[in-house]
Nanobody
Framework: QVQLVESGGGLAQSGGSLRLSCAAS????????MGWYRQAPGKQRELVAT???????NYADSVKGRFTISRDNAKNTVGLQMNSLKLEDTAVYYC?????????????WGQGTQVTVSS
């Protein structure tokens, strides 16, 4: 089985920083991609950033220049450094991991960690 556990969420002031981490356990397989998504109250879940096993990254326009995603392929962990936080960054952040085998694609999700940005 695959289990993803997020950590590092909490309260930060506008303009401050937080670092999120996600650790995978219970699996020996390496994920083709890992990433972060977020969901604010009353809104749909949206992509924040992803990173492939080869190191290619993709960021939402709203976080470009402020957030940095990183990955340790050997440990199947992914981090998200969040700088210059804004009020609109407040959301539950979810870790995602994707596996691809032939033409089968599976997605795994963590339970989420709350990030709250205050004035």
């Amino acid at each position: 089985q695959v289990q993803l556990v997020e950590s590092g969420g909490g309260l930060a002031q506008s303009g401050g920083s937080l670092r999120l981490s996600c650790a995978a356990s219970g699996s020996i397989f390496r994920f083709s991609a890992m990433g972060w998504y977020r969901q604010a109250p009353g809104k749909q879940r949206e992509l924040v950033a992803t990173i492939t096993v080869g190191g290619s990254t993709n960021y939402a326009d709203s976080v470009k220049g402020r957030f940095t995603i990183s990955r340790d392929n050997a440990k199947n962990t992914v981090g998200l450094q969040m700088n210059s936080l804004k009020l609109e960054d407040t959301a539950v952040y979810y870790c995602n991991a994707r596996t691809v085998f032939l033409h089968r694609t599976d997605d795994y999700w963590g339970q989420g960690t709350q990030v709250t940005v205050s004035s």
